[in-house]
């Protein structure tokens, strides 16, 4: 099971802050900056695959 930001170190707070900085920009409809940043956030997060749980069949390939 993923673990959640808290549970994790330095590099688990880097990929909180441009978790949050993505959802700031998306509030203020910057949607390419959010999207950057929301990439950068899951590059960041340590044990977690950057395709995410949600890749569907391509996933299996």
Do not use: W
Request: proline share 7%; with cysteine; charged share 30%.
């Amino acid at each position: 099971m993923p673990c959640s930001f808290t549970e994790m170190g330095k590099d688990a707070e880097q990929a909180k802050q441009f978790k949050d900085d993505g959802n700031k920009a998306f509030q203020r409809e910057e949607y390419a900056t959010a999207v950057r940043l929301y990439s950068k956030s899951l590059l960041h997060m340590p044990g977690e695959s950057p395709r995410g749980q949600r890749a569907g069949p391509a996933a299996a390939i």
